[in-house]
């Protein structure tokens, strides 16, 4: 095998990712299968991926166990600044894309691969993720993306695939299914309207469960560390949590947003996990932060979560913000009860040693234990003068 055709591909083992494997092997090219698990794939699952790599014609597959990983990453912070963007989608895979680029570009230079591909479309916001990420990485290594490049469509990857005796009946495959940590993507032909929704059937998890549960958050400086007061390292909590609210058919929606090469993406997604997380630490936060705390930290999430989304996670500016956001989860500890329900869930409230909701300073429209009726008369008067003098002044506007 000729080594200076070495080349890794970021390879999922769907319809995809295997006509590049299958093209570019027979192309020469020495071809390396990595996949990276950010959460969606079980051990069986990973099988099957590097069985079916091997029929595509790779010399060598690799799966990098990356779910530790992007949480600290990513998910942590996400977290912290309780993104969900278009206040809807927690940018489930937009994220995993950032952590499979990083890891599947360094184990491209730890074997001295000369090329890389991945199976984007030029039409999607991946391509712009992972070729913004290769390249900054590693500039030596030379990009090769044979569906954007040759514009293929489904059928047209089918068919050279057929023609090659592979076919994993990629046909019967409605709907396009990405999970992670994080959630689940879900895109079918609804999806590129303006105006269906996703049937039922469509969603990875159904409705299993219709009698309300309570669960029991608990966090610890912005992290969560335990369910129902059982202790684990918060990405082990978040796949329980997902395990047991997803059965509740919790999570579910359409986001529609702006992609990054300029025209308006619609995506289903389930999420049960990351929604019900990101709610209750949000609720944690409005009792344990100050008000400008809290005003502070809306804006620069909504700045982190469009620059993950855009690709832009190696800017140093995403450190800056982390370490705002880190510093930001200092006295952000303590429970949140939440209740399970079919297709939706509801907060009952928080303890925290750190709520700022302290009866002793005064209890908010009842009694005022920590002021007098004098000193809010003056507070008031004072904090009105800027008005007062605008209205004066400019009274014939």
């Known amino acids: 095998m000729n080594n200076s055709k070495k080349l890794v591909i970021a390879y999922s083992g769907g319809l995809d990712t295997s006509y590049c494997a299958v093209s570019l092997s027979k192309a020469g090219y020495e071809v390396h299968a990595v996949s990276v698990n950010t959460g969606g794939f079980s051990k069986s699952d990973v099988q099957t991926i590097e069985q079916n790599a ?68 030029g039409a999607g916001n991946d391509q712009v993720r992972f070729d913004m990420i290769f390249q900054t990485l590693a500039p030596e290594i030379e990009i090769i993306t044979p569906i954007r490049d040759q514009k293929l469509t489904r059928q047209d990857e089918i068919a050279y695939l057929k023609s090659n005796g592979i076919d994993l009946d990629w046909e019967k495959a409605k709907y396009s299914i990405n999970k992670g940590l994080w959630g689940t ?50 990405e082990i909590n978040i796949q329980a949590l997902d395990d047991r609210a997803s059965k509740f ?83 952000v500890s303590g429970s949140v009860e939440v209740i399970l329900k079919p297709y939706h869930f509801s907060i009952n409230g928080i303890q925290s040693k750190h709520d700022l909701m302290s009866a002793k300073f005064g209890s908010y429209g009842e009694v005022n234990n920590g002021w007098t009726a004098e000193e809010a008369k003056g507070f008031i008067k004072i904090n009105g003068n800027q008005n007062k003098i605008y209205q004066q002044i400019n009274s014939e506007l």
């Open 54 to 121: 091997y029929k595509m014609g790779v010399s060598t597959y690799k799966n990098i166990e990356a779910v530790t990983t992007f949480y600290q990453k990513v998910v942590k912070f996400l977290i912290f600044g309780n993104v969900l963007k278009n206040n809807t989608y927690p940018l489930s895979v937009s994220a995993e894309r950032i952590v499979q680029a990083i890891e599947i570009i360094e184990y491209a230079k730890s074997i001295g691969a000369q090329f890389i591909a991945h199976g984007s479309t």
């Open 185 to 234: 993507s879900v895109g079918g032909d609804e999806t590129l309207t303006s105006h269906l929704a996703l049937p039922e059937s469509a969603y990875p998890s159904q409705l299993e469960s219709e009698t309300p549960e309570t669960v029991t958050l608990t966090y610890t400086k912005g992290e969560l560390t335990a369910v129902d007061g059982i202790e684990n390292s918060p």
């Open 249 to 331: 058919a919790i999570g579910r929606d359409i986001h529609v947003g702006d992609t990054i090469v300029g025209i308006k993406g619609r995506v289903g997604f389930e999420a049960a996990a990351a929604l019900i997380i990101v709610k209750a630490h949000h609720l944690l936060e409005k009792h344990t932060l100050t008000k400008w705390q809290l005003q502070h930290k809306d804006y620069l999430s909504n700045f982190y979560g469009m620059h993950l989304h855009e690709g832009q996670y190696l800017d140093p500016v995403m450190r800056d913000m982390e370490a705002f956001l880190n510093s930001s989860q200092q006295s």
